[in-house]
C-alpha cells in the first residue's frame, strides 16, 4: 500500500520536474542568446517559440492541478431561474 502511494507521487510530480528541467534549459538558452552579439533572427524566434509552449504547457499543468480535488470529477447540476424584473427577466 505504501509503495502503491509512492508510485503515484511520483506520478504526480514527474511533470512538474519536466517542466523544471525545460525552464532550466531555455533559462541557460536565454542567457547564451543574450550574451552573443551575433545571435541569429532564427534562433531567437525559436526561443520565443519554445518560451511560449513551455508557457502553454505551465497553463495546462496548472488547471489540471486546480481541478485535482476530491470531488472536481463529479458532476454538477446547475439551475437558474429568472425572476421578477420585468423586461431584463425576459431574457
Same mark, same amino acid.
Given at each position: *500500500? #505504501?509503495?502503491? !502511494?509512492?508510485?503515484?507521487?511520483?506520478? +504526480?510530480? &514527474?511533470?512538474?520536474?519536466?517542466? /523544471? &528541467?525545460?525552464? @532550466? $534549459? #531555455? /533559462? +541557460? *538558452?536565454? %542567457?547564451?542568446?543574450? /550574451?552573443?552579439?551575433?545571435?541569429?533572427? &532564427?534562433? #531567437?524566434? %525559436? =526561443?520565443? @517559440? @519554445?518560451?511560449?509552449?513551455? !508557457?502553454?504547457?505551465?497553463?495546462?499543468?496548472?488547471?489540471?492541478? #486546480?481541478?485535482?480535488?476530491? =470531488? $472536481?470529477?463529479?458532476? +454538477?447540476?446547475? %439551475?437558474?431561474?429568472?425572476?421578477?424584473?420585468?423586461? $431584463?427577466?425576459? @431574457?
Amino acid at each position: *500500500m #505504501l509503495l502503491q !502511494r509512492l508510485s503515484q507521487l511520483k506520478e +504526480a510530480i &514527474a511533470p512538474f520536474r519536466q517542466l /523544471e &528541467a525545460r525552464v @532550466d $534549459d #531555455l /533559462e +541557460a *538558452m536565454g %542567457e547564451l542568446l543574450a /550574451e552573443e552579439a551575433s545571435a541569429e533572427e &532564427a534562433m #531567437l524566434t %525559436e =526561443h520565443a @517559440d @519554445d518560451l511560449r509552449k513551455l !508557457r502553454i504547457e505551465l497553463d495546462r499543468l496548472e488547471l489540471s492541478t #486546480l481541478l485535482s480535488g476530491e =470531488h $472536481d470529477s463529479a458532476d +454538477a447540476i446547475v %439551475e437558474l431561474k429568472a425572476g421578477a424584473g420585468g423586461t $431584463d427577466a425576459c @431574457d
